[in-house]
């Protein structure tokens, strides 16, 4: 059996529909109005599955804020589907799944995007409760595998670089907690797979990999092909070998096939990229900001360029709810390099490359540090002769584009070119709409304080843009089915650049159709797209023929 969700229309609603994997065939109805979902199979009866009411409203504006996780018996109607989790009180994000041998059920519950509560269930006892692990949204907790009834637990509590705890199903509570694979100063990322754990250190968001056996024992480090991110590691218990990714920006994702017993890993699938990463390198450099903070930057170019600032160059940040940028290969990235262009991405704050304290310098009364970071980049790669201010572009998405907001706005006179996508811009309302409220642990409210609204009102982009300001060129990025940060916010943005911009560079907005936040894009939209906003940066750089 399998169940898989689909979008109609790039929106964040899907559908589930339940097929039989052998025969191809439907089973039973299809589910509707499921929105931020897993899918957990319990055996081939049923499976778990999240989602919110349908608002009243606007189904692509309209607040989301109570999730739920429901029960679905395959061949059932949807309306039958049992709430598990969730009926009592307001959490804006709710998950489920099982362990390996499916003996626990295990939930996770949020307010917002950081801290969540955490609970157990044994299936293999009908008449056992809901069991509290954690109680409360001030850490991150999720289980990670178990062995009987000793389950092992990734945390953040008193370790803001991770660790994994073990302790008994039976009495799970935080006081019961004993360390298995201790914090270090390298921010964890663990998975776990034929009887090992394989611990994913990023330094300086670089991948180390460590294996260590089912008593905590380190059995060796993985040897890696290069500096780059490695990914997977995961499988079931009794697989025989593990497979794992690695990547960079100029290295296609290639899957390595791992004995785990002896170490031995050989290439398993290399993917036919027209590219050629002997061409290019890339190199990390680090900068300071404003406040004197040391920020990673890796930066990629084609072999042999010359510095001499006139080099057209693409700054791409994100800086945000503790995700890290870490080294990946992209096909439009390589078209940028192809094209002659540099590539830069600095490891700004609000980020997770240096674990939770990294995030929470860039989140709330902090997010004027994620600007500053941007903004320092930009300044390394034009002091350094990379480029300058005429060949500069910015980019950036969702927070991203938040980012390329309010830098745009505020340090107008560093770029050429600014290329912010489906971004939160009006800051004083975000919350308002859809699932937005549940950000607020990174961005604060303008209804939490006056000090908080005077902050924010500070940045916010579209409240930032003055009359008779000469604004580099810009691009903006939409979708009319955007329900995660929706169009209105480019809207709003466009409307006040295209009214005030005083200079003579052309602001534009491109809303694509039946396209949402960016996941599910048809590959000829994507096309499209990035041959839109690759013609438009050259050709506001003064770079109208390429060699």
Known sequence: MVAYTISEGGSDWRKVITMNAITKQIIGDTLVDVKFTGIAWQGNEGFYYSTYDKPKGSQLSALTDHHRLYYHKVGTKQSDDKVVFGADRVRRYVGGYLTEDERYLVITASISTTGDELYIKDLTNKSADLQVVVGNFDNNNYVIGNEGSKLFIVTNLNAPNNKIVTVDAANPGIENWKDFIPETENVLQPSTGSGYFFANYLVDAISKVRQFDMNGKMVREISLPGIGSAYGFSSKKEDKEIYYLFTNYITPATIFKMDPVSGN????????????????????????????????????????????????????????????????????????????????????????????????????????????????????????????????????????????????????????????????????????????????????????????????????????????????????????????????????????????????????????????????????????????????????MGIKKLK
């Open 265 to 540: 890993a050989e290439v398993y699938k290399k993917p036919a990229v027209l590219f050629n990463s002997e061409d290019f390198e890339s190199k990390q450099v680090f900068y300071y900001s404003k406040d004197s903070t040391r920020i990673p930057m890796i930066i990629t170019y084609k072999k042999g360029i010359a510095l001499n600032g006139k080099n057209p160059t693409m700054l791409y940040g994100y800086g945000g709810f503790s995700i890290s940028m870490t080294p990946g290969f992209g096909v439009t990235t390589a078209e940028w390099l192809e094209l002659g262009g540099i590539y830069a991405i600095p490891n700004i704050r609000g980020g997770g490359e240096y674990g939770e304290k990294w995030h929470l310098a860039g989140t709330k009364l902090n997010k004027q540090n994620v600007f500053d970071d941007f903004i320092a980049a930009a300044q390394y790669l034009i002091d350094n002769k990379y480029t300058s201010p005429d060949f500069l572009s910015i980019s950036g998405g969702s927070n991203g584009g938040l980012l390329v907001g309010a830098v745009l706005t505020q340090r107008p006179d560093l770029f050429k070119v600014a290329l912010p996508a489906v971004g939160v811009m009006d800051m004083l309302r975000y919350h308002k709409f859809t699932a937005g409220a549940g950000w607020a642990y990174d961005f604060g409210t303008a209804d939490d304080s006056p000090e908080v609204f005077r902050y924010i009102l500070k940045y916010s982009p579209v409240q930032n843009v003055r009359e008779g300001t000469k604004y580099p060129a810009t691009f903006i990025t939409t979708g009319d089915h955007d329900d995660r940060v929706v169009p209105a916010h480019s809207f709003k943005f466009a409307a006040q650049m295209q009214t005030k911009q005083a200079g003579t560079n052309p602001v534009l907005i491109r809303i694509e159709t039946r396209a949402g936040h960016g996941a599910g894009t048809p590959v000829n939209k994507s096309i499209e797209q990035y041959a839109d906003i690759f013609s438009f940066t050259l050709w506001n």
